[in-house]
Structure formats: C-alpha cells, structure tokens
C-alpha cells in the first residue's frame, strides 16, 4: 500500500482522475502509470539497432529500475557511487556505464571495487586518473565528443565533451593503454531533430581515422524527446532508423556496435504530477502548491509542459474559454514562478486540480523541500488519460 501524510492510499488507481476524485489530496501526487513505462521501453528496445541502457539520474525510483528490468533493459548509465550501488542491488547483472565522465579518485576507487567495466572521459587529467586507477582487462573507456548542438533544447556541450581533435588523441591512447576503445557524445536534451545525431556518427568516424583506431562501441547518448507539446508526439523511429542507417554507411564493415542511454526519453511520459489551486490572486495569478522547488524544477530551463489537464474537485475536466496566466509555486520567493504563461481555462477556480503530463525525468529527484513546502505523494494507476 502507498501512504500519504498518514493516510492509505489504494494501491493502483483507474487514472489520476480518481486520486482526485476520492482523495481530494492536498499534497502534490506523483502518478506512475507502469504499463506506459513498459510500452516506451519496448518502443526502444524493438527500434534502436543495438543496446538500451536507462539514464539512472533521470528518475531512480525504484519502481522505474525494476518496471525497466521486467521490460526487457539491461543496462543502466550511472553517474554516481549511489547510482552504482544502487543498481548493484536491484540488478546485479546488469550492465553499469559510469558515463559521468569527471570523477573523484575516491568513486573511481569505488566503481572499481563494484566492479564497473565502462567508462567515458573527457580530458587528458581524467583518463590518466583512470589509466591509473582501473585494471585494463575487459575495461572499456569512451571518450566524449561534442559538436555544436543543434535542435535541442539545451547543449551538455558547456560542461562535458571533448573536441574532435582531443577526443581522437584520447581514442589512441586509451587503445595503447590496454583498455577497449569506444566513443560516446551526447546530442543535447529533448533533441527532436534526428540530423544531430547524424552529424555526430559522421564526426566519430572522423575521429576513429584521424587515431587510427577502430571504436569498439558508439554510445549515441540520451537527448530522445519525450512528449511535451499537445499534438506533437516524438518520432523515435525516425530518429532510431536514420541513426542505424548512418551508422552503416559512415563505418560499413567496421561498423562499431551500437549504445544508448535514454533518460528522460524513457521515463518521462510514464509519470504525471497532480497539484492544487491554492489561490488564483484577484483573478489573475494563479498559484500551485508545487513549483520550481519541487516536481517542477526544469521547467524554467526547458519551457513549459502544455499537455496540462485542469479538472474540478470532483475530478471533471474544466472546460471553457482559456486565456494565458502567470504560474507561481508555493514558496515564499519570487524565483517560484513557471516561465512565460500557461493557457488554462479562464473559470480555473482554488481547489482545483492542475494535472501535468511527462513529469517523470528530473522531477522527484530535485524536490527540495525548501520552505517546509514539497511533500510529495506517489500513486500508481492503470492509465494516466484523462476523459474529456
């Protein structure tokens, strides 16, 4: 059974229209809806030409790793001890990619103990760490690329990836060294446009021949979109078949096997967020009881979720005219705010509900409970649509 603030919760909901309905919950509830996570893992495993490992960081509830294990995932990109750990527990034969590629030598010494195979660096100082520190045999070390990033909403490129040039300095010696050279990048999160991966494919085989290396292995990263936008739903086999395709002619015979590690592309769309009215100020304002604080802390840096339902106490949808409104948080601090307007019903009324759709990636992870506010429910329905 599931508890919220002493209170039983039942232990698997028709929708989140029903928590709405027959709990009227005060609290912000995180609904997880196991049967949507299952049909977007095998959208990945039927479609990526090679392996899915789960971005660990995106949502690390362990129902997620363990919905993901039944599902047919197995491996997990970890970026931390805790992560490493963790997934020693729930999957101990589970393949673990420590792809965070600046590490304390003290979690180096760490993953090296729990018995991790596959690393990524970035920098000359970071691979002599793990030359080093990591025993050669059946090690696989990926230096990252970056490229100027295109089509996504914002560039891991200004903290992590090497140049081209660098990276194929990286790739030699990691080969000379002993260890299995591979190669990784990272496109950029919520990437919608496939070309970016074909430009980064393209740029690895440059690499390969610029060290006179093969790579062992492409791990093509994260960036897979979830579904953000009313109406435009993510073509994930598009981008899947034309990173197969790429993959093929760029390298041909030599072509090296293929990785990636979706996070938010997994399982985003498998959560929604319920939150409540508590006050719309003088007919204008309207404000949550979470923000950017808690379930919705990205929001500010990737834009608005518009796949938003609105629904009455009794969990009927608010219907009407919509006009657009300034969102505020909870908190006692004027940073709370979601950026720009949201369009919602012009009746939204206190008390009611605001239901936010694909909240499952960096959302239950950066709740900080600031303020005292952040108390979060979890639940688990059979659905997460809404009847109109």
């Known amino acids: 059974m599931q508890e919220r603030a002493g209170k039983i919760m039942q232990t698997v909901w028709q929708d989140p229209a029903e928590i709405i309905r027959k709990s009227q919950p005060d609290d912000p509830v995180m609904v997880f809806a196991p049967s949507v996570l299952e049909q977007t893992a095998k959208r990945f495993l039927d479609g990526f030409p090679g392996l899915v490992t789960y971005a660990v960081k995106a949502n690390p509830d362990e129902a997620v790793i363990q919905t993901l294990l039944g599902a047919g995932i197995g491996g997990f990109d970890v970026a931390s001890p805790a992560e490493i750990d963790l997934i020693g527990r729930l999957a101990p034969g589970a393949a673990r990619h420590y792809h965070n590629p600046v590490r304390a030598r003290s979690e180096i010494a760490h993953a090296v103990k729990a018995g991790v195979k596959?690393?990524?660096?970035?920098?000359?100082?970071?691979?002599?760490?793990?030359?080093?520190?990591?025993?050669?045999?059946?090690?696989?070390?990926?230096?990252?690329?970056?490229?100027?990033?295109?089509?996504?909403?914002?560039?891991?490129?200004?903290?992590?990836?090497?140049?081209?040039?660098?990276?194929?300095?990286?790739?030699?010696?990691?080969?000379?060294?002993?260890?299995?050279?591979?190669?990784?990048?990272?496109?950029?999160?919520?990437?919608?446009?496939?070309?970016?991966?074909?430009?980064?494919?393209?740029?690895?085989?440059?690499?390969?021949?610029?060290?006179?290396?093969?790579?062992?292995?492409?791990n093509v990263g994260g960036g897979f979109p979830s579904h953000r936008v009313h109406g435009v739903l993510p073509d994930l086999e598009a981008i899947f078949d034309l990173i197969g395709r790429t993959n093929a002619e760029v390298f041909g015979d030599d072509a090296p096997a293929l990785v990636c590690e979706p996070g938010r592309g997994l399982c985003a769309d498998a959560f929604s967020l319920i939150t409540r009215v508590k006050a719309v100020r003088d007919g204008t304002a309207v404000f949550l009881n979470d923000g950017v604080y808690g379930g919705l802390a990205e929001l500010p840096v990737i834009g608005n979720i518009d796949r938003v339902?609105?629904?009455?106490?009794?969990?009927?949808?608010?219907?009407?005219?919509?006009?657009?409104?300034?969102?505020?948080?909870?908190?006692?601090?004027?940073?709370?705010?979601?950026?720009?307007?949201?369009?919602?019903?012009?009746?939204?009324?206190?008390?009611?509900?605001?239901?936010?759709?694909?909240?499952?990636?960096?959302?239950?992870?950066?709740?900080?409970?600031?303020?005292?506010?952040?108390?979060?429910?979890?639940?688990?329905?059979?659905?997460?649509?809404?009847?109109?």
């Open 118 to 218: 596959a690393w990524s660096v970035d920098s000359e100082s970071e691979l002599a760490k793990l030359i080093e520190m990591v025993p050669p045999e059946g090690c696989e070390i990926s230096p990252r690329f970056k490229l100027p990033v295109t089509g996504a909403i914002y560039d891991f490129g200004s903290k992590f990836g090497a140049t081209p040039d660098l990276a194929a300095e990286l790739l030699s010696r990691v080969a000379e060294a002993g260890f299995t050279p591979s190669l990784t990048f990272h496109p950029g999160t919520q990437c919608t446009d496939p070309g970016a991966w074909e430009h980064y494919i393209r740029t690895a085989r440059d690499i390969c021949d610029m060290a006179g290396t093969r790579a062992h292995r492409l």
């Open 309 to 388: 339902d609105v629904l009455r106490p009794d969990g009927t949808p608010r219907g009407g005219d919509e006009m657009g409104r300034v969102i505020f948080g909870p908190t006692c601090d004027s940073v709370d705010r979601l950026p720009g307007d949201m369009v919602l019903p012009d009746a939204i009324a206190e008390g009611d509900y605001v239901v936010f759709h694909g909240a499952g990636a960096y959302s239950v992870v950066t709740n900080t409970r600031f303020n005292g506010f952040g108390e979060m429910a979890r639940a688990t329905a059979m659905s997460l649509e809404i009847a109109a």
